[in-house]
């Protein structure tokens, strides 16, 4: 089986709850892969990773971990699993990873994430966007708490998002997550990705820190569906301006997945409650960039990205 | 002096901040007042009421107070001090207090509070609204804490919020208030009155509770700032089209009067931190209503107003 085979090498920038899980299942399937850690370096360095998983849990006792990528040899592949408010330390963090062919996969959330990593990283090099669908939490140094879903999109980045079809990159990437029994869907169209992704992130993980409530809570409240239904009309009609129409039948069946899924802390509404700060740029500032470059009005998603700025600026802390 | 005769008979329906305060001035000012308490009635009759202020605090160790309108005595004028969400209680209190020719004075928030106690005095008895610009709270059974500001904007209700004028009776509370150190501004159009009063109560009521903030973190807040000026131009419109157009220059003195004030809490903020019912019907509720009957497109207030009902009714145990 080819991901057995040492031959893709894989980095993974951020021990959390994303990277953690995915780069777990990763070395658990085979595959040769590194890992970047901050404050639970010590902690995985003598006790490696757990995952805790209704598909079964695993440990994995000994884990290459790293506090610093100047110890990290370069990788084929490198999993960008930070926050993006973290991303302006990939200038330092992904130079010393590179090879000359090297892919870089941002497993984030929100837009326009891959511009500035394509520039960082130059155009003989491909840049990638993930899109998890997973529940999952860190619950302590190490500790991944896998609870729903594990499937990710993943797409190519081309400039200014031009459709990039499927690259034999994509493919042997996707063969490797799906043989550790991860779903891949492929996407030969990253920015509709995003926007889909977006269709939930906004009003979930938007209204979830203002409402302080789990996405069984708003979704079965009249007035918090309605309003997260309303978030969503103007999201799609962003993308629509964008000329990503998304289909009635994918919001339906978005809506009808929230309503059976177990009830979920979003991750923006953890970070606000640990006082980090949340991807708001990412997930609703850029989004409000596009629909005011192409005037498109989206009241409700500018409050709600006014309200979440005050928040991530008067009530958290740090990162 | 006038006020210092029995001949007005005052009731207080609802001893806290409101109705406390505005009391204990009346009493303290030789003024003949009945209070109605709930919770803290024992108290009070046993102690009396307690009014802290900059402007000198003063205790009244005996007043007349009583746990039910039952044994209150009929009333020139009854001062409706409850939530607008107890409302409903006055089918039942109000009867008993009333003489051929009381007058109501309703000291609350939002809109359209007038039309259902109007039809419940009937024509004869004269119904008013009081829009009360001040700072205080109950902090304790009988203890009214009284920060900043006191006056009062009083107008007439006439059928459909027609404006009113000023009449001889209007004029003499007035006098009354204004007897004990309370400014007065008499109000010719109530309507008018009740929508210069929700320009300030929508935005910095229901986003002290939205962003968890006091009036001055968001004054000062770029984000917070421009969403309270949204809301207030939302509401502005809603104005106009009912013919009450609110000039450039109360707005800015609105806002200029908020940047000076000391840092509040707004009761909205304190009933949902208490976990008692917020006033979301009658101050957000009843304005997006009139709203959409003028066609009016306020999505930003429909937006608090979803997310307010949702807390209300998630996060709130009772009133």
């Known amino acids: 089986m080819e991901h057995l085979s040492p031959s893709r ?39 490696g990773l757990q995952v805790d998983s209704p598909d079964g849990g695993f440990t994995l006792p000994s884990v290459q971990v790293y506090a610093s990528v100047d110890h990290m040899p370069r990788c084929d592949v490198v999993v960008v699993a930070l926050k993006t408010t973290q991303n302006h330390f990939l200038e330092t963090l992904l130079p010393p990873l590179l090879t000359a062919e090297s892919t870089v996969l941002l497993l984030q959330n929100g837009l326009d994430v891959e511009v500035h990593v394509a520039d960082l990283v130059g155009d003989r090099r491909r840049v990638m966007g993930g899109l998890c669908f997973i529940c999952s939490n860190k ?44 779903p891949i869907i492929r996407a030969d169209d990253l920015l509709r990705a995003r926007w889909k992704k977006l269709l939930w992130n906004i009003p979930f993980n938007g209204l979830s820190v203002i409402l302080n409530a789990t996405t069984d809570q708003m979704i079965h409240h009249p007035e918090a569906r309605q309003l997260s239904e309303d978030l969503i009309d103007e999201v799609r009609a962003i993308a629509a301006a964008y000329d990503r129409v998304i289909d009635d039948h994918d919001v339906d069946k978005m809506l009808a997945d929230t309503e059976t899924m177990k009830p979920y802390r979003t991750s923006m509404k ?17 989004p409000l960039k596009a629909a005011k470059l192409k005037g498109i009005p989206t009241p409700k998603l500018e409050a709600l990205y006014q309200q979440l700025t005050f928040l991530n600026q008067i009530h958290s802390r740090s990162d």
């Open 139 to 182: 619950v302590g140094p190490g500790h991944i708490q896998h609870l729903d879903y594990k499937s990710i999109a993943i797409g190519e980045y081309a400039q200014n998002y031009a459709p990039a079809g499927i690259s034999d990159e994509l493919e042997s990437i996707a063969q490797d997550f799906e043989a550790v029994g991860i």
């Open 270 to 286: 953890l970070d606000f409650e640990h006082q980090r700060e949340m991807e708001v740029d990412a997930i609703f500032g850029n």
């Open 9 to 47: 090498r894989y980095a993974i920038l951020g021990t959390g709850a994303i990277g953690g899980y995915y780069g777990a299942c990763l070395q658990q399937g085979g595959c040769d892969v590194h890992f970047l850690a901050r404050s639970d370096y010590d902690h995985i360095r003598t006790h």
